[in-house]
């Protein structure tokens, strides 16, 4: 079942000889539950595209839709719910709030949405995340490895439809950056979630389902691997 679909999408940043297209007339569907490694290099246009999919930016022409729904045909208010309760977007460099416990780090998306916490469902994910025992912990009691556990414990707290994750590792060791993959990769058998993951590291991207190579602005290639 189709879950994402773009749209010849185009960015553009500046005007006249100035401008930059960061993003050329690219078109792509993702199935539910796929697993998706986005690879180019430095400025091939995998962050924009990724930060439009999660409507963090808005595309100069074209479309996306998630579920058939067409993502920036909503007003500011709507498109602010949708990000909150349909995308989660994981950063190389983690976020956390400082002066919040673990537990709270990860429960904040749900609070603030205005949800009961299911704690059956906490419990699980601090399971799986190899956090039990660290909740009251404050991140800068936690490796760098652990803070990115608390980051995708944040992410997934709400369930979203999809994950969108910016070189996740590109900021841990050899050992913790494999770490990392396999929670990805139990996320995505156990939960069935749909991740599209942007990586430099070949190795990384070969774990997963299927890889989209960009470049100048374009997919150049676009391989399933399993």
Do not use: C, W
């Amino acid at each position: 079942m189709e879950i994402l679909r773009a749209e010849h999408l185009t960015k553009i940043y500046g005007k006249g000889e100035t401008a930059v297209r960061a993003l050329d007339d690219v078109s792509f569907k993702v199935e539910a539950g796929e697993f998706i490694a986005v690879v180019g290099s430095s400025g091939s246009g995998k962050s924009t595209l990724i930060h439009i999919l999660g409507s963090v930016d808005t595309p100069t022409s074209g479309k996306v839709f998630m579920n058939g729904q067409d993502v920036f045909a909503q007003n500011r208010d709507k498109l602010a719910i949708f990000r909150r309760r349909q995308v989660g977007i994981i950063y190389q460099f983690y976020n956390l709030i400082s002066r919040l416990t673990v537990e709270e780090n990860i429960l904040l998306p749900a609070l603030l949405d205005g949800r009961e916490i299911d704690r059956t469902y906490f419990n699980e994910l601090i399971e799986m995340l190899g956090l039990k025992g660290r909740e009251h912990d404050l991140p800068a009691q936690l490796s760098g490895g652990q803070q990115q556990r608390v980051a995708i414990g944040r992410t997934l707290i709400t369930s979203p439809a999809i994950v969108l994750a910016d070189e996740p590792t590109g900021n841990l060791d050899q050992r913790n950056t494999q770490e990392i993959m396999e929670l990805f990769k139990t996320t995505h058998r156990k939960y069935e979630q749909t991740i599209i993951m942007i990586t430099h590291d070949e190795n990384i991207a070969l774990q997963a389902d299927r890889i989209l190579a960009i470049e100048d602005g374009r997919i150049v290639n676009d391989i399933r691997i399993r």
